[in-house]
């Protein structure tokens, strides 16, 4: 199974973004798709997915970004508003029955 982002860019803050994955047809029909991130010099930090039969966000992007999913669960959106300098980094997505990750896309938030 592999996984695959797309949706990143430049973007100023304030501004919106959707991020979406897209695993491959041989992955399982549910929504097990998490995303993570990684800024310059920083460790990479959970963002958003399902753990423990819910939707769970980083307190830090709470009430900004919603996770969604379609295609049966292959596709998973990542829509995220009133962006921050501080929400810059590579943002991956993760397929955790499969242990898959993308190879990450960047975001970048800057005036």
């Known amino acids: 199974v592999t996984v695959v982002e797309s949706g990143g860019g430049l973007v100023q803050p304030g501004g919106s973004l959707r991020l979406s994955c897209v695993a491959s047809?041989?992955?399982?029909?549910?929504?097990?798709m998490q995303w993570y991130r990684q800024a310059p010099g920083k460790q990479r930090e959970f963002v958003a997915g399902v753990r423990d039969g819910a939707i769970k966000y980083a307190a830090s992007v709470q009430e900004r970004f919603t996770l969604s999913f379609e295609r049966a669960g292959r596709q998973s959106n990542l829509q995220m508003n009133n962006l921050q300098v501080a929400d810059t980094a590579v943002y991956y997505c993760y397929e955790s029955v499969y242990g898959a990750w993308g190879p990450g896309t960047q975001v970048t938030v800057s005036s």
């Open positions: 047809d041989d992955a399982l029909a549910i929504a097990s």
